[in-house]
């Protein structure tokens, strides 16, 4: 806590070292009467766009105050339901006194007639589809996340958050970063009543955005736009709750708004399976992991503010131990090269206790309107302990070829420092930039384990009974650095060429050490290097990139196409067991080509071609045997080649705010050559695979190597239109997913080939404050053909639905049911589970400002709860099965904070939030 009390500390001091802006107060009153007028709407726009640059609501006695305003001139907009809105022009030179401000009422026509029209939901702007918040009802206290699980387009598969077929990356609260790239934390600590708008966008990067050439570097991105009268005051939650089988929840989430300058404190402990603190009353909706049980404290700060005119800072820091209890099931049937069948199960017990830290910072300095310099630094540290055992065996499904019986104590320490600079100048002619990019990356890992295992093999001659006792040292350093520099010059009104070179160099220092314990009797143990499986290397990767570029843009044509030469050298050189040397070099081709059109202000299309290559990773490279599993080895191989990957993508965005329907289709195509993908030897007979490691009969060694032929295609298409006779927001979705994934089994080769096509729909209500559901459906059917062995063919169908929903009753009373049924089929024997979670709770609002909340929740009423899946990869089809937290009952007690704006109570606030 005292570090991050000096955190805190050190960006207030040094905000006030920068501040420089001056502020605009008055009091506003009722024409006439001289009255002062409460929670009246002020807004301060800018002269030259009437873009909004602050706002806030007046206090009981009519008083505002708009503090930290730069120099400039400015429009204040006074409005007041039932009065004229008022305009004034500011200068602000200086600290301003507007004093009485006068709003007279609107004359009202009694026999006008009223007419009642439903809200678009949102509109196309370009690439950002935009939606109104209005246009969603969500209950009171809910969270963000509860609110965009409504909008068209918004899905989650496999527990992550999904916008228009691809995964969020980050949150932007007003266009500032919100937790880094947490994107749950970020949308549990904004309250849904805040939100005034939502954009979705893919966001560019920083040069991309200075000089308008794409460069392919795109994050998923949410911007939550806030409402002017909700950035200022404080707001959060704390929950206290205790169950059966001592079940526990403790969370607090505090924020502190005061317009620009932001700071959120949140804190979380719970065995309850929730990694961060919810902003739900109904807890058990929040994004939990469905494996194993989970005991998480959490204590973590964001901060965010403007000092001064040219300086803006965002920082978020968070501490989290965690203890997984993991109990594991799976079943593999591995691809061979004849019709024989080799099946391999596995039950594992894993305990680990997580601690870790994780610090980000953005700083942007603005020089002036041509210079800026942007440093974004981020650091995390993990220290990990390991205990786990597991029961494995193979078997031909007639007889057992070999088992294993493992258990293992490890510790792990894994460093990663990350540093980037970035420098943007413009040029008076308009068009010419220049930009210049350095990244910096330090890494390095320390793991010290310890192992035993018994091994059988069950041969012709009877049993052969193999003990291991092991410890192993890792040590591996890593470090990188990558400059880019990036010029553009315009060609005329409507072209623009550009010049980039790039260089950069990857670092890795590797060393594993694995020793074999003898113990004799009466002494102490020995310990003897196993040269077989050690291994000592470095690694150098060093590339160089000159790319040229061409841009035509039209009002509703873009037109952008790249080629970029790529050198790159691999240096290997291994100290240990033998000293090699390997001397590798690459040179590519890679060219890219972009068009973008708008048909129209709301509907428009991009196409993207891009090409890339994927370096080995140091793992893949190590040539040391790892045995953590003895019946299924790996090692590494020296010898990788770069992938080279094609890809085509296209998205279509379109929007009809009068009839207020939305539509997505995205579609996208990737071709690998040189994929690193895996070669299995499975052991006919015992076979030495090196100096006194033996592969027996029917165990497996697994080696990295470059295959050709993999190929991807996946499409995705959502439509969403409203159901105005029901108050509601419905959302159709389909996918398509065709995956051909080579693999090489005792040196043939051979490919998996999957396809999926999924459907799904989304229902959610806008009726009211007092009643909120959202259904959403989900249904995929999957067809798995090998052409290796045809023993491995199947289809399966996997179908999920979720209802979740709210009713206030009556006088505070509040139920809420969150169901979650599954369906699999054509899984494994014992793996076709499905299943019904059921969550329910019955809470009562207290206290006169209905803050207040107790309930009583249970969770997995009906004792179904289960984790089921299957996995597919290029040697085997896997299907899985864990532990997952099991029925309790929980009461617990939850109290909502907010205060908005200079005096505002918690009675003004609720008056204002039923007018809303």
């Not at 998480?296 to 978020?316: C, F, H, M, P, R």
Request: proline share 2%; glycine share 8%; no cysteine.
């Amino acid at each position: 806590m005292k570090y991050l009390f000096f955190f805190v500390l050190l960006f207030g001091i040094q905000k006030q070292m920068f501040a420089q802006g001056f502020s605009v107060k008055g009091s506003v009153f009722e024409e006439g009467k001289n009255e002062s007028l409460p929670f009246v709407n002020i807004l301060l726009l800018s002269l030259n766009d009437s873009s909004q640059v602050g706002g806030t609501v007046t206090d009981i006695d009519g008083r505002f105050e708009l503090t930290g305003i730069k120099r400039g001139e400015y429009l204040l907009k006074i409005q007041f339901m039932g009065y004229k809105d008022f305009f004034q022009s500011i200068q602000a030179s200086s600290n301003v006194d507007l004093g009485k401000i006068f709003i007279s009422e609107v004359a009202t026509d009694l026999s006008e007639v009223v007419i009642e029209a439903r809200r678009s939901t949102g509109m196309q702007k370009g690439d950002t589809t935009q939606f109104n918040s209005d246009a969603f009802k969500t209950m009171r206290d809910a969270s963000a996340q509860a609110l965009i699980e409504k909008l068209p387009g918004i899905s989650s598969e496999n527990g992550v958050l999904q916008a228009q077929g691809e995964n969020i990356a980050q949150i932007l609260v007003d266009g500032k970063p919100f937790f880094g790239n947490d994107v749950t934390a970020a949308l549990q600590n904004i309250p849904a009543e805040m939100i005034q708008s939502i954009e979705i966008f893919d966001q560019k990067s920083e040069k991309a955005q200075l000089s308008g050439f794409d460069d392919g570097e795109r994050l998923k991105t949410i911007n939550i736009i806030t409402k002017p009268n909700r950035r200022k005051g404080q707001f959060g939650k704390t929950t206290a709750g205790y169950g059966s089988d001592e079940r526990y929840l403790g969370g607090t989430s505090i924020n502190i708004f005061d317009e620009d300058t932001r700071l959120t404190i949140t804190g979380l402990s719970n065995n309850i399976n929730i990694l961060n603190y919810s902003s739900d009353p109904n807890v058990q909706t929040n994004e939990s992991p469905q494996q194993g049980i989970i005991t998480t404290n959490l204590i973590g700060a964001n901060y965010t503010d403007v000092w001064g005119e040219k300086i803006k800072v965002t920082g978020s820091y968070v501490y989290t131990v965690t203890e997984n209890l993991g109990i594991e099931s799976r079943f593999r049937d591995f691809v061979t090269t004849d019709q024989s069948n080799k099946f391999y199960t596995e039950i594992s017990k894993d305990s680990r206790i997580n601690r870790r830290h994780q610090a980000n910072l953005r700083l942007e300095y603005n020089l002036n309107e041509r210079n800026r310099i942007l440093y974004i630094p981020r650091f995390s540290a993990r220290f990990e302990n390991e205990n786990s055992g597991f029961f494995g065996e193979t078997s031909n499904g007639i007889s057992l070829i070999n088992t294993v019986e493992n258990s293992r104590i490890g510790r792990y320490e894994d460093f990663d420092l990350f540093n980037r600079f970035f420098y943007s100048h413009k040029f008076n002619k308009p068009g010419r930039t220049f930009t210049a990019r350095l990244n910096l990356t330090q890494g390095w890992n320390v793991d010290n384990s310890e192992r035993n295992a018994v091994n059988t093999f069950f041969e012709q001659d009877g049993e052969n009974i193999e003990n291991l006792n092991q410890n192993t040292f890792r040590d591996r350093i890593g470090n990188s650095w990558n400059t880019r520099f990036s010029y553009t010059e315009p060609l005329g009104n409507k072209s623009q060429m550009e010049l980039e070179y790039s260089v950069g160099n990857r670092k890795n220092d590797s060393e594993q050490l694995l020793y074999n314990v003898l113990s004799e009797a009466g002494g102490p143990d020995l310990l003897a290097l196993d040269t077989a499986l050690s291994n000592s290397f470095l690694s150098n990767y060093l590339t160089q990139q000159f790319e040229l570029g061409y841009q035509f843009q039209t009002e509703k044509l873009k037109i952008q196409t790249e080629l970029e030469f790529q050198d790159a050298s691999l240096k290997n050189d291994q100290f240990f067991p033998v000293t090699e040397e390997l001397n590798r070099r690459f040179q590519n081709a890679l060219p890219t080509a972009r068009l973008e059109y708008k048909f129209s202000p709301k509907t428009n299309i991009q196409l993207d071609y891009d090409t890339w290559t994927n370096e080995p990773q140091v793992g893949q490279l190590q040539q040391a045997i790892n045995n953590n599993n003895p019946l299924q080895l790996r090692t590494g191989n020296p010898e990788l080649d770069q992938a080279y990957t094609n890809q085509v993508r296209m998205r279509f965005r379109g929007n009809n705010p009068d009839k207020d329907r939305n539509w997505f289709i995205f579609a996208q195509g990737r071709l690998t050559n040189n994929f690193i993908a895996n070669s299995i030897l499975i052991a006919e007979e015992p076979v030495e695979v090196a100096q006194g490691v033996v592969l027996q009969q029917g165990s497996q060694l697994n080696r990295p190597v470059n295959l050709d032929g993999f190929t991807d295609l996946r499409s995705w298409l959502s439509y969403g239109f409203p159901l105005s006779f029901i108050k509601s927001n419905f959302n159709i979705n389909a996918g398509l997913g065709i995956t051909q994934r080579p693999g090489q089994i005792n040196d043939q080769i051979g490919f998996n080939n999957s396809n999926r096509f999924s459907t799904g729909f989304n229902l959610s209500s806008s009726i009211s404050e007092n009643v909120d559901f959202n259904i959403w459906s989900r249904s995929s059917f999957n067809n798995v053909r090998n052409t290796l062995n045809s023993n491995l063919n199947s289809e399966f169908f996997q179908q999920r639905m979720r209802v979740n929903f709210n009713w206030i009753i009556w006088n505070g009373i509040i139920y809420r049911l969150d169901l979650n049924h599954q369906i699999n089929s054509g899984l494994a024997e014992g793996f076709d589970n499905n299943f019904t979670l059921v969550n329910m709770s019955v809470g009562k609002k207290i206290f006169n400002n209905q803050r207040g909340e107790i309930s009583i929740m249970a969770y997995d009423l009906l004792g179904q709860n289960a984790n089921v899946r299957r996995n597919i990869t290029e040697t085997f089809v896997e299907d899985f099965q864990s532990n997952v937290l099991q029925q309790y009952v929980m009461v617990s007690f939850t109290y909502n904070l907010r205060r908005f704006s200079k005096g505002m109570d918690e009675k003004t606030y609720s008056d204002m939030y039923s007018e809303n």
